[in-house]
């Protein structure tokens, strides 16, 4: 039985919970979240605490910040995209129950001054422990939340490092200019006019990312901006990841 009760967005999402774990559930019925909901979930918090588990979508997020701004001190479960999908749509629903309990073996604790960044010290460390390709890492919503496909790829290539490269064979020298790259394009997307860094794409298909100059990312066959080669797209975790095979090493 988990202590904490898991917020989730709906009915749905409740019944493939409780096909994983014995947990109880608060649903928050879609987007428009109502004061009463809030104030069940604010009372869950303080007598239970709570687990945030909506969909890894733009929706999704947005609800989460909602819930997180009434819940101090709540913890998050974060489902990565590729085991929420089924036929196009993206749902905790969809999750195996396996997936649904790495998720919440996984929890992210919110912080009072949660700015989802991760100093280098502690990226560094995470990432010589990671026996992982680097793009599935940067891909984990545990792992650094909001650096979805595109910033990933788009980081990779700045940083000159390849996506199958192995998290925990990068140098620190290289891991810095990652961690620089990483920052260096969340602030770029930021700037470009987003009030939240997620480049999720939605169920609709829909590109939720703030526009930045792409470099890589869907760029295959078109010559690199720096060497002139051409770039490649190739798939990591189920997803497409564009590089330039002379400008990134393994
Ligand atoms: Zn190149």
């Known amino acids: 039985m988990i ?3 898991i917020v989730v967005e709906g009915k749905d999402d409740t019944v493939a919970i409780k096909r994983a774990v014995e947990a109880d559930t608060i649903e928050t019925n879609g ?9 069940r979930i604010a009372l869950a918090n303080e007598r239970r605490g709570i687990i945030i588990f909506t969909d890894p979508d733009h929706a999704g997020e947005r609800i ?17 995209q590729e085991k929420a999908l089924y036929k196009g749509d993206i749902g905790i629903e969809n999750a195996s129950p396996e997936a649904i ?3 919440l073996s996984e929890l992210r604790t919110e912080t009072a001054d949660e700015t989802g960044e991760v100093s280098f010290e502690d990226f560094a460390a995470a990432l010589k422990k990671r026996k992982t390709r680097v793009k599935s890492l940067l891909l984990n919503q545990s792992f650094l939340r909001g650096v979805g496909n595109i910033y990933a790829d788009e980081a990779l290539f700045r940083a000159g490092i390849h996506p199958l ?6 140098r620190t020298d290289r891991a810095r ?3 620089d790259a990483i920052v260096a394009v969340l602030q770029e997307a930021i700037a470009a006019g987003g009030s939240s860094i997620s480049d999720y794409v939605d169920a609709e298909g829909r590109a939720g990312f703030f526009q930045i100059s792409h470099r890589v990312y869907q760029r295959t066959g078109e010559p690199c ?3 002139g080669g051409v770039i490649r797209r190739t798939i990591v975790s189920q997803r497409s990841s564009h590089f330039c095979p002379t400008c990134q090493k393994r």
């Open 225 to 227: 901006v720096t060497c």
């Open 177 to 179: 200019k990652l961690y």
């Open 64 to 80: 989460r910040k909602i819930v997180a701004r009434h819940a101090p001190g709540c913890k998050h479960a974060f489902l990565p």
């Open 101 to 103: 309990r790495t998720a």
């Open 31 to 39: 987007s428009a979240i109502g004061e009463d909901v809030l104030r």
């Open 165 to 170: 490269a192995l998290a925990s064979r990068i």
């Open 3 to 5: 202590k904490e009760i």
